[in-house]
């Protein structure tokens, strides 16, 4: 593969420290409706925080799981994190998982703060991931540990897998406004 043709570098992957607890945090969800490891994407979990105009990831990672192990996934992560809105991809997959995650909370008495995400409609997956070129050349998108997985699809993008890589494309959308 041509180099100068991918849009991230080995440059782009900027290690930060921890921020502050306070800093709110969202979690997206990109989730795959099928668990084969030979044909299928992951499900994809990006966990970030917007600190003035740098994004940092506190998680990122995908996972082969079955609905139940995402919806699990989802409440292990809201504990961790805290985050305003966990915000589940929905297209084609509403029901897929919407369903699970509600009869999970009546279970469990923990209300997740649902907020699901369309995916975008004037662009294709590519074009959407690329759209986070300028904030990594900017050394806007801040890495708060090691993130194996996002590494390594942002390396290899556009070819291989992109579910985490997708996960983190939304961040710009969900970029909190006023408090």
């Known amino acids: 593969e041509d180099q100068t043709l991918k849009p991230f570098s080995q440059g782009h992957i900027v290690t930060a420290p ?20 030979q044909k299928s994407a992951r499900t994809g979990y990006c966990v970030f925080s ?3 105009a740098k ?28 985050p ?22 009546v279970e469990s008495g923990h209300v997740l703060p649902l ?28 890495m708060c540990g090691d993130f194996p997985d996002l590494v390594t699809e942002l390396l290899a993008f556009p070819s291989g897998r992109k579910d985490v890589l997708n996960a983190l494309a939304y961040a710009p959308r969900c970029r909190p406004g006023a408090p």
């Open 18 to 37: 921890p921020i502050p607890e306070w800093a709110p945090s969202v979690l997206v969800i990109d989730p795959a409706r099928t668990t084969d490891k």
């Open 50 to 52: 917007w600190v003035g």
């Open 55 to 82: 994004c940092y990831v506190r998680a990122a990672y995908g996972a082969f799981h079955k609905p139940d192990e995402i919806v699990n996934e989802t409440f292990k992560l809201d504990a961790l994190y805290n």
């Open 84 to 105: 305003i809105w966990v915000r589940p991809e929905k297209d084609g997959l509403a029901e897929f998982l919407l369903q699970p995650y509600s009869a999970s909370m």
């Open 115 to 142: 907020m699901p995400l369309s995916a975008p409609r004037d662009r294709d997956k590519n074009s959407f991931i690329t759209g986070l070129q300028p904030f990594f050349e900017a050394a806007d998108v801040l």
